[in-house]
């Protein structure tokens, strides 16, 4: 589980000041993943709700991450 908690710091670190100076895009292109889509819209709310989501998970009930934990019990 502290992979996934790191992984998810690194994104949400990384999320925090790029998405709302991307105008929260719809999708990402390119070799990284770090290109504005051709034609992808703007202020999307499933983009939102992804980084909010990651929010959740990581500063309101970081318990709840334990959903997202694929391995065997």
Known sequence: MDQMH??????????????PRQEWAEYFDGPT???IGQQARTYQTWT??????????????????TILDLGTT
Do not use: C, I, N, T
Request: aromatic share 8%.
């Open 6 to 19: 790191e992984l998810l710091e690194e994104s949400y670190r990384s999320q925090l000041s790029q998405l």
């Open 33 to 35: 993943g770090a290109w």
């Open 48 to 65: 939102v709700v992804g980084f909010l989501l990651m929010h959740h998970l990581l500063r309101v009930k970081p318990s709840d991450a």
